[in-house]
Nanobody, 122 residues
Framework: QVQLVESGGGLVQPGGSLRLSCAAS????????MGWYRQAPGKQRELVAVISRGGSTNYADSVKGRFTVSRDNAKNTVWLQMNSLKPEDTGVYYC????????????????WGQGTQVTVSS
């Protein structure tokens, strides 16, 4: 099985920065896309950013220019650098990874981390 462990959440004032990390471990052949989602109280989980194995990125409009997603394929790790944070960025942030577990197969399985709380408040 695959485990994703997140870290880096916390309480920050508006305008501040946080850096989230997510490390995947287990019997992994390859991880294709890795991404970050968030869920605010009373709202559905939404995509924040995704990065392909080759480094192509996609961001939600609400975070473009403020957040940066990056990864290290050798370490199966993805980061989310969050700058100029706003109160509306508050929520539980989840990472995911589309992992290939069998060398002879292209089938992916999506795994999720346990979530880390980000609170932006003065």
């Amino acid at each position: 099985q695959v485990q994703l462990v997140e870290s880096g959440g916390g309480l920050v004032q508006p305008g501040g920065s946080l850096r989230l990390s997510c490390a995947a471990s287990g019997s992994i052949v390859r991880i294709n896309n890795m991404g970050w989602y968030r869920q605010a109280p009373g709202k559905q989980r939404e995509l924040v950013a995704v990065i392909s194995r080759g480094g192509s990125t996609n961001y939600a409009d609400s975070v473009k220019g403020r957040f940066t997603v990056s990864r290290d394929n050798a370490k199966n790790t993805v980061w989310l650098q969050m700058n100029s944070l706003k109160p509306e960025d508050t929520g539980v942030y989840y990472c995911n990874a589309d992992a290939v577990l069998t060398p002879s197969s292209l089938a992916e399985i999506r795994y999720w981390g346990q979530g880390t709380q980000v609170t932006v408040s003065s």
